[in-house]
T-cell receptor
């Protein structure tokens, strides 16, 4: 399945499938990006980050891809599980900025069908 | 583990009341943030602080003020609560150690103003 950020804020996938959540970031000067997961009733939790000197970074079952040419970020979740159901936010910033302010995307809701 | 705690999970206040939301972090982080989260609008930054007694306006500071007298504590103040301030309020903290700008979030306070 694939989501295109603001235009398709809800993504529904079958358990076991791979999920791809997309994010178009706004500032070409941004050089640090983070993906957060927010479960219902909880605060956002860090999933994975990537700096602009990389195109790809892998974590446990998650991969983040960065395409600076088109200002696009994606989060891939392998073998999606019911526990992955949540809202996913991308965030961008310039790495050296006082205060560490992040700019968050609107979020995509991932729903996993058993 | 980093822990960010917020004084209340749920709060109900009347229009015109003064409201204090407290946030405490235990990781000696320099930066602290207050966001509000509303359906369809994502996370919006109200105020942030990168040092004790320092504060900076975020994107939607109107109707709010903040206080940071100690490094571990960041308070959000609604001087005269209004119904349009009914929302989920999230506090976050991060370090300025240049290892990354991951923000750690508290569980949130759901404020209802009647």
């Amino acid at each position: 399945g694939e989501s295109v950020g603001l235009h398709l804020p809800t993504l529904s996938v079958q358990e076991g499938d791979n999920s791809i959540i997309n994010c178009a970031y706004s500032n070409s000067a941004s050089d640090y990006f983070i993906w957060y997961k927010q479960e219902s009733g909880k605060g956002p939790q860090f999933i994975i980050d990537i700096r602009s000197n990389m195109d790809k970074r892998q974590g446990q079952r998650v991969t983040v891809l960065l395409n600076k040419t088109v200002k696009h970020l994606s989060l891939q979740i392998a073998a999606t599980q019911p526990g992955d159901s949540a809202v996913y936010f991308c965030a961008e910033t310039r790495f050296y900025n006082q205060g560490g302010k992040l700019i968050f995307g609107q979020g995509t809701e991932l729903s996993v069908k058993p | 583990d980093v822990k960010v705690t917020q004084s209340s999970r749920y709060l109900v206040k009347r229009t015109g009341e003064k409201v204090f939301l407290e946030c405490v972090q235990d990781m000696d982080h320099e930066n602290m943030f207050w966001y509000r989260q509303d359906p369809g609008l994502g996370l919006r930054l109200i105020y942030f602080s990168y040092d004790v007694k320092m504060k900076e306006k975020g994107d939607i500071p109107e109707g709010y003020s903040v206080s940071r007298e100690k490094k571990e504590r960041f308070s959000l103040i609604l001087e005269s609560a209004s119904t349009n301030q009914t929302s989920m309020y999230l506090c976050a903290s991060s370090t300025s150690s240049r290892t990354g700008y991951e923000q750690y979030f508290g569980p949130g306070t759901r404020l209802t103003v009647t």
